[in-house]
């Protein structure tokens, strides 16, 4: 299975469960494990598209938190691996996936590394 369809039924079965009600927006996590990368996806609490420290009012994770991202995919740096995933998750966010509505739904939705910035990937109000 490529990569890309692995992204997509991961998110679906990420958001299959109940999500709480208080969750005003996602956010795509990225990280880096040492000889690879990963994403994460969690539900946020906040949402304000000038300040993006929303996205650590951490309230929701799925029960499988983290995908790891296969290095022919990612490429060796962090900024392909960011461009690569950034394109990704708006394909993904266009797909009409039964994922994809519930993200779409959201205030806000967000992708970055993990200590770093967050760039926003859509916004609702």
Request: proline fraction near 4%; charge should be negative; charged fraction near 20%.
């Amino acid at each position: 299975m490529n990569f890309e369809k692995q992204f997509y039924q991961w998110i679906n079965q990420s958001l299959t469960g109940e999500i709480p009600p208080d969750v005003r927006a996602f956010s795509f996590n990225l990280f880096e494990t040492g000889e690879n990368f990963g994403i994460e996806l969690i539900g946020a609490s906040e949402f304000d598209k000038h300040n993006s420290d929303w996205a650590c009012e951490e309230i929701f994770e799925p029960k499988l938190r983290q995908l790891a991202i296969p290095l022919s995919y990612s490429g060796n740096s962090w900024e392909e691996c960011l461009e690569k995933m950034n394109k990704l998750c708006i394909e993904y966010l266009n797909s009409g996936e039964p994922g994809a509505n519930i993200l779409n739904r959201s205030q806000g939705i967000g992708i970055g590394f993990v200590d770093g910035e967050l760039a926003l990937l859509a916004t609702n109000n």
